[in-house]
């Protein structure tokens, strides 16, 4: 299995943190997604460990909402004690609903509207990441009206090829995120921050990219960005106390994947750091990561109903589901691959290779192809493992499908967390 989390029951049924995936399709219907807390949580004091064993807990673990952000998620975590990345207005809104503490959120974005910045002045988030020079002149203006004093960060290209899918990189110089080193205008951006009032800069932002499967790109980021806090400390006689090294630590999607566990990246980050500094004589700064993916993609996977199975001689075989691109847009944005199995045969072996489809009026509606898979029939439950990340919270209404429900699953008993969406919300805003 794709986790340890997976098991198989007496009556061959996949099941989930001990619950029996096709009785919660039964339940609760599907599409449906199913998360398991334990490991959520697992997860989330496997970072703190880390932290506390190799960096005497000088560090704070953000975990990154847009990877899936609902008000059960944020309590779970903030329980755990970790803070939050959040990038809009609405994840904003979302963590202080579920009560996060204001300061142990950090806001990114590299587009932020006047009225994002206003929302998170006025409500105090800890640190605002700035991407840009005319972000930080709105920002100085804006903190300045509320008479506030700011705690920010720069977000910086440190110039490290992440090994990623192009889109999901964001490190290099051609990016659209942040202020590039070799250029010159990352040390710009930092004179600038001297200029505006309101403003205070406490550390540097990088985040190089996401799904990473080796150590080495972070341990070179923190070595970077650690250069540069040096070269900042003798142009400009300023010691920046935190440095902020974003996320990206992947999982296993398929049985092929042989990601890094998160806790060696971790490691090997805070080992290339420490050394740096200790060869720089440069202060260890209060370090912040912000994981989203290695926190929740493997808690969670989503099930289907098989609708009907199509099968073109010589050509493919399609298994077609009551989801699809709307729940998980991941194969049509970057061809993600996934493991699929019938929930309901899991005991039997994936004998078929079929391409499984949604119901969305898309060909590109796919969910994978050349997928190993069970013999499919009609009413089977289809089981799309490793779907906590970056599916719901990319979902749509495409074709007006309502949103589909979360179930979180403790000990092998589920509760919803979000409730599926009726035909009520999807015309909610029509006038
Ligand atoms: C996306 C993102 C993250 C989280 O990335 P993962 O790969 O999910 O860990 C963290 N920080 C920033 C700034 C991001 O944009």
Not at 47 to 57: D, K, L, P, Q, T
Not at 90 to 100: K, P, V
Not at 188 to 213: D, P, W
Not at 334 to 352: C, G, H
Request: charge should be negative; hydrophobic fraction near 40%; aromatic fraction near 6%.
């Amino acid at each position: 299995m794709l986790t340890p989390n997976l098991t198989v029951s007496s009556e061959g049924h996949l099941c989930i943190g001990g619950a029996d995936t096709v009785s919660l399709a039964r339940t609760y219907g599907t599409p449906l997604y199913v998360m398991d807390e334990n490991m959520i949580r697992e997860n989330c004091r496997g970072y703190a460990r880390v932290i506390a064993e190799e960096y005497g807990g000088r560090g704070l673990i953000c975990y990154a909402s847009k990877a899936l952000s609902c008000k059960e998620l944020y309590r779970i975590v903030d329980s755990e004690g970790l803070g939050a990345d959040v990038i809009s207005g609405g994840e904003i809104y979302t963590a202080l609903q579920a009560g996060m503490p204001a300061e142990k959120l950090v806001m990114h974005g590299n587009s932020k509207s006047n009225a994002e910045l206003q929302m998170a002045v006025s409500n105090d988030i800890g640190r605002i990441v700035c991407d840009n020079l005319p972000e930080l002149r709105r920002l100085d203006q804006i903190a300045g009206e509320a008479g506030k004093i700011v705690n920010i960060m720069l977000r910086i290209k440190p110039g490290i090829d992440a090994h990623t899918h192009d889109f999901v990189k964001t490190g290099q110089i051609d990016s659209k995120f942040g202020f590039a080193i070799e250029t010159g205008e990352a040390m710009q951006a930092v004179q600038a921050v001297g200029l505006c009032k309101n403003l205070r800069l406490v550390g540097l932002h990088c985040h190089i990219g996401s799904q990473i499967l080796d150590t080495e790109p972070f341990a070179e980021a923190a070595r970077v960005m650690i250069g540069f806090m040096n070269q900042i400390r003798d142009a400009l006689l300023i010691t920046l106390p935190e440095l902020n090294l974003g996320g990206g630590p992947g999982i296993r999607y398929t049985e092929e994947d042989d990601p890094k566990p998160f806790g060696e990246i971790v490691r090997a980050i805070l080992s290339a750091l420490k050394n740096v500094c200790a060869e720089l004589d440069y202060p260890e700064p209060f370090v912040l990561f912000e994981p989203g993916r290695s926190i929740v993609g493997g808690a969670g996977l989503t099930l289907y109903t098989v609708m009907a199975k199509k099968v073109i001689p010589a050509v493919r075989t399609y298994v077609l589901t009551d989801g699809g691109m709307c729940d998980n847009p991941r194969y049509a944005l970057y061809r993600s691959r996934y493991e699929a199995l019938i929930a309901n045969k899991a005991d039997q072996p994936r004998s078929e290779n079929v391409t499984i489809g949604g119901k969305c009026c898309e060909s590109g509606d796919l969910i994978g192809e050349d997928m190993p898979l069970q013999a499919a029939e009609e009413d089977d439950i289809l089981a799309v493992l490793a779907t906590g990340a970056y599916n719901y919270s990319m979902a749509s209404n495409y074709n007006r499908n309502p949103r589909a429900e979360i179930v979180m699953v403790k000990d092998g008993v589920a509760r919803t967390v979000v409730k599926r969406e009726t035909y009520a919300d999807i015309i909610r805003n029509d006038i």
